[in-house]
């Protein structure tokens, strides 16, 4: 019985070793799935929801760029983006004061405008974001909590942001940068 006791106590703190300290718990900020990269993903405060923005494949040229919103349990809303739907999602850069700008990301569905932001530079109040518009009124503002799995910034991989919309690239046509102001103040008041 000693013997069992002892096997099972290095057991255990051989997988202790595993584990990092702060994954405990915690579940990674994404819907994704695993043959998904993920192109901005946050686990979202006041919630609990996630929002994620995934592509298929992993590298370009991508067959889709999907959204999806809710927890690990139920996904409550995805919109998807592929080469043969006419979904699209748009891109802007919109300067927030001298040093900082707010990258963005959006789609529109029903009426319904769904903006993910990220801070870029300077003091930003939030890393990221999202806004939900409809008739130029904000429904929803929600900052991305500072859980240590968030990916709240996009990957470079898929577009490319610089401190203006003319310096900016996509890098596919499912997202699509345009000029546009999407109230960023609603998440970012210093504006």
Not at 47 to 74: D, E, F, W
Request: net charge positive; with cysteine.
């Amino acid at each position: 019985m000693q013997f069992f006791s002892k096997q099972l106590s290095v057991s255990i703190l051989l997988l202790g070793m595993l584990v990092p300290i702060g994954m405990v718990g915690q579940t990674p900020a994404s819907l994704c799935q695993p043959d998904e990269a993920v192109l901005f993903s946050c686990r979202l405060e006041g919630n609990s929801r996630i929002v994620s923005l995934c592509t298929t494949p992993k590298s370009l040229p991508l067959q889709s760029v999907a959204y999806r919103y809710g927890t690990a349990s139920k996904v409550e809303l995805t919109y998807t983006a592929t080469p043969q739907s006419a979904n699209r999602f748009a891109a802007t850069v919109s300067p927030a004061k001298p040093g900082v700008t707010i990258n963005q990301v959006w789609f529109e569905t029903k009426g319904t405008r769904y903006v993910l932001t990220e801070c870029v530079g300077g003091d930003c109040a939030h890393d990221g974001g999202i806004i939900v518009l409809r008739s130029g009124r904000t429904l929803m503002s929600r900052a991305c909590s500072k859980d240590s799995g968030n990916q709240s910034y996009f990957s470079s991989k898929i577009i490319d942001f610089e401190s203006d919309l003319n310096g900016s690239h996509s890098k596919t046509d499912l997202i699509q940068l345009k000029e546009y102001d999407n109230h960023i103040d609603a998440l970012y008041p210093w504006k």
